[in-house]
């Protein structure tokens, strides 16, 4: 079970948006639509931006968005913010009752 | 409004079992299944494995050897036991609740860093 990977950083500008990956395999992200998405700033806990590929819970603004495509996973944040200034994780199940995380993603607002 | 709170030492010495408790509160513990997940310094999350109320578990593989979590419901509480621990082992530990329906994690304790070193 290896951890999914994840471009290390990604910028933007104000008002721009971005995507970031998060690339499985056939064992977890291609196989099952249980891949959730985690915004985290400095010295805090991760809290969920998306759930189920494309879910938002309530309270998260739709400027988060989630998608998959076979092995991979994709976040886009649109309208990019100086709050969106944070690390950013992938979740998928991968079976057997078990998860895996991605490597995670720093987002830069430039 | 769902808390959590990890409790146990800071500090464990290498080869010695660390031990943590997660303490649930403005909410049952029943019904849903509560993760461990640890952050080393600087790095990314790592799922260590759950617990449903009812007590059935699912670990990950790279740590099932070494770790086991329970649960005692009628405190509300969950714990944390990782063996022959090393310094690979120092980490934030977060207790997390998974909500089944979402299939995600969505309450997070506050963490408690917990530092391997002799």
């Known amino acids: ?110 | 409004q769902v808390q959590l709170q990890e409790s146990g030492p800071g500090l464990v010495k290498p080869s010695e079992t660390l031990s943590l408790t997660c303490t649930v509160s403005g909410g049952s513990i029943s019904g849903y299944y509560w993760s461990w997940i640890r952050q080393p310094p600087g790095k990314g999350l790592e799922w260590i494995g759950y617990i449903y109320y009812s007590g059935t578990t699912d670990y990950n593989p790279s740590l099932k050897s070494r770790v086991t979590i329970s649960i005692d419901t009628s405190k509300n509480q969950l714990s944390l036991r990782l063996s022959s621990v090393t310094a690979a082992d120092t980490a934030v530990f977060y207790c997390v609740r998974h909500d089944l329906q979402k299939r995600a994690f969505d309450y997070w304790g506050q963490g408690t860093l917990v530092t391997v070193s002799s």
């Open chain 1, 1 to 110: 079970q290896s951890a999914l990977t994840q471009p290390a950083s990604v910028s933007g500008s104000p008002e721009q948006s971005i995507t970031i990956s998060c690339t499985g395999t056939s064992s977890d992200v291609g196989s099952y639509n249980v891949v959730s998405w985690y915004q985290q700033h400095p010295g805090r806990a991760p809290k969920v931006l998306i759930y189920e590929v494309t879910k938002r819970p309530s309270g998260v603004s739709n400027r988060f968005s989630g998608s998959k495509s076979g092995n991979t996973a994709s976040l886009t944040i649109s309208g990019l913010q100086a709050e969106d200034e944070a690390d950013y994780y992938c979740c998928s199940y991968a079976g057997s009752g078990t998860y895996v995380f991605g490597t995670g993603t720093e987002v830069t607002v430039l």
